[in-house]
């Protein structure tokens, strides 16, 4: 049975800064394309940022709208994503997805962790 669990989602006043992390068990970690996905009230499940499976050199990708304010990382000995947001803005509240992806016909959710971002 596969667990992926997201954590640090917390009220943040703007300008603040959170990290997120997201712990698997139960998937073949090394191999998956790992990512954070976000939904907004009344919107669409986005990208935000992506990793490539485990390798040497990984490469990430991000949405316009967070480039150069957040970060994804991967510590494959932990099994866990990291995603290290600064400079937060009101638009950045939604709730925060881990997605674990290996083809369009294997793939797995976690449950998502909320961040908000008000003074």
């Known amino acids: 049975q596969f667990q992926i669990v997201e954590s640090g989602g917390d009220l943040v006043k703007p300008g603040g800064s959170l990290r997120l992390s997201c712990a698997t068990s139960?998937?073949?970690?090394?191999?998956?394309?790992m990512g954070w996905y976000r939904q907004a009230p009344g919107k669409q499940r986005e990208l935000v940022a992506a990793i490539t499976p485990a390798r040497t050199t990984n490469y990430a990708e991000y949405a316009e709208s967070v480039k150069g304010r957040f970060t994804i990382s991967r510590d494959n000995a932990k099994n866990t994503i990291y995603l290290q947001m600064n400079s937060l803005n009101p638009e950045d509240t939604a709730v925060y997805f881990c997605?674990?992806?290996?083809?369009?016909?294997?793939?797995?959710w976690g449950q998502g962790t909320q961040v908000t971002v008000s003074s």
């Open positions: 997605n674990a992806y290996y083809n369009t016909d294997n793939e797995y």
């Open positions: 139960g998937i073949a970690f090394r191999f998956a394309a």
